[in-house]
């Protein structure tokens, strides 16, 4: 079976502070990885992809994710939060089937 | 390059009656899905598409749920009858092929109101 959690529903921070949203995954072959970002009204927005190779992978607006096997996690960090990245973040698995995560929603406070 | 259009944006009707939703593709795009998405869920993938072909549509309530990919460019999506649990947001997405390793593009979605 193959299935994706992001355990913390809502996050708050304040601009300027790091951030990392966690992602596990359950999956018995190597997974596809990836985080989208939803803004309200907008469609999903794709921040970045794990395929296979550097552990350590880049995206857009200044995202990275790290994919740890041994943990079935593939974290999403940023170093320093700004306002407009308030919005809804899933991580998502392309196995059998593209499953999304719940999402976690990301407040930035002032 | 034109994103993935969705039509309408918002739709509001009542149980039992049916309705439909559009979606056209990025051109080229052989692969097209189709998801579900409730209010404080990730999206649920309804039926994928490659080409004019189903992929997979084992999570699409047949009984009240229907989609066709005429051409293999546009897709419709239609449900009849409506019932209240089928408000959300239905998301349309397409990739350049069938395969994981490729990047899913998503439109604006169709956020329909069942009362």
């Known amino acids: 079976a193959q299935s994706v959690t992001q355990p913390d529903i809502h996050i708050t921070v304040s601009e300027g502070a790091s951030l990392e949203l966690r992602c596990n995954y359950s999956?018995?072959?190597?997974?596809?990885l990836f985080w989208y970002v939803q803004s309200p009204g907008q469609g999903l927005q794709l921040l970045l992809k794990?395929?296979?190779?550097?552990?350590l992978v880049q995206g857009i607006k200044g995202f990275e994710a790290e994919f740890k096997r041994s943990q079935s996690s593939f974290n999403l960090r940023k170093p320093s939060v700004h306002w407009s990245d308030a919005a809804e973040y899933f991580c998502a698995l392309a196995g059998n089937q593209f499953y999304f995560g719940t999402g976690t929603s990301l407040t930035v406070i002032p | 390059e034109a994103g993935v259009a969705q039509s309408p944006r918002y739709k509001i009707i009542e149980k039992r009656q049916s309705v439909a939703f559009w979606c056209n593709p990025i051109s080229g795009h052989a692969t097209l899905y189709w998801y579900q998405q409730i209010l404080g869920q990730g999206p649920k993938l309804l039926i994928q598409?490659?080409?004019?072909?189903?992929?997979?549509d084992s999570q699409l309530p047949k009984d009240r749920f229907s989609a066709e990919r005429l051409k293999g460019v546009d897709s419709t999506l239609k449900i009849q009858p409506a019932k209240l649990e089928d408000s959300a947001v239905y998301l349309c997405?397409?990739?350049?092929?069938?395969?994981?390793?490729?990047?899913?593009?998503f439109g604006p979605g169709t956020r329909l109101t069942v009362t």
């Open positions: 999956y018995g072959a190597t997974p596809y």
């Open positions: 598409f490659q080409n004019n072909g189903v992929v997979d």
């Open positions: 794990y395929f296979s190779g550097d552990t």
């Open positions: 997405a397409s990739s350049l092929i069938a395969s994981g390793s490729y990047e899913q593009y």
